[in-house]
């Protein structure tokens, strides 16, 4: 807790929120001044993440992050700030932000808050893809693809696109043909993967394949448990909940 403290003083020094003017989000650009390295990443003996200790640098990444947002989104678009922002980071740090995102947005009525909440469960893999697709048909009538457009991490034909893949391993696959249509139509011209894609669905509709149901490991089960507690403790320390 010492060192989290240290290190907030001295990437945060009495950060004010400075976004209350701003009335849109500008385009992201990755930040080539932050380098993660994986080396700094402390792991347990079998070579997993450790998410009941964490490394200086490892601290840095997610504080960084987090003043990102803070700095840079109106409360308003926090949320989907959390999102945007996130999806370039990797290793540990990724899955505490992620899930930090989830425990801070996932009882809101705010459409917006929502789908950033789907996006989030998106990426946090086969056991958490009810919860993404509940949130995103919670949404997705509330978000436009012009919404979609200023963030640069979540253009309409990617959402779209991710969507489509959860429904197919749902079996739902009238609705993966719907949006990958829909990616289609906002992605590149004359992208010969999609036509195939389509097609493959197509043939999925009229065979309706099934498979079996997602069973997750003990290890997976006890890795989100150590993700969630990791989460409300970075929610806690840096006092996340007024974010």
């Not at 080396?39 to 997993?48: F, L, N, Y």
């Not at 991710?162 to 004359?190: I, M």
Request: net charge positive; charged share 30%; with cysteine.
């Amino acid at each position: 807790m010492t060192l989290l403290k240290n290190i907030l003083n001295i990437i945060m020094p009495n950060s004010a929120n400075k976004s209350g003017s701003q009335n849109k989000v500008p385009k992201y650009c990755s930040d080539t001044n932050w380098t993660q390295d994986s080396s700094q990443s402390i792991t347990t003996s079998d070579g997993r993440y450790d998410l009941k200790h964490f490394s200086k640098h490892e601290l840095e990444t997610i504080i960084y992050i987090v003043r990102i947002i803070k700095d840079k989104y109106p409360l308003e678009l926090r949320s989907m700030g959390f999102a945007n922002e996130s999806s370039p980071i990797k290793y540990k740090p990724r899955y505490v932000l992620w899930e930090i995102l989830v425990q801070l947005y996932k009882d809101s009525d705010n459409p917006i808050d929502k789908f950033a909440c789907a996006l989030a469960y998106e990426t946090k893999g086969a056991l958490f893809r009810e919860n993404a697709l509940q949130k995103f048909e919670e949404s997705i009538n509330y978000i436009t693809p012009e919404f979609m457009q200023q963030f640069i991490s979540y253009s309409p034909s990617c959402v779209y696109m991710k969507f489509s893949r959860l429904y197919e391993s749902n079996h739902e696959y009238e609705k993966a043909l719907y949006y990958t249509e829909l990616g289609q139509k906002y992605g590149e011209n004359n992208n010969p993967n999609f036509d195939k894609r389509i097609d493959d669905l197509i043939e999925k509709v009229k065979r309706n394949p099934r498979k079996r149901k997602y069973n997750p490991s003990k290890e997976t089960l006890e890795f989100e448990r150590d993700v969630e507690n990791a989460a409300k403790y970075f929610i806690k320390e840096l006092n996340l909940t007024q974010i």
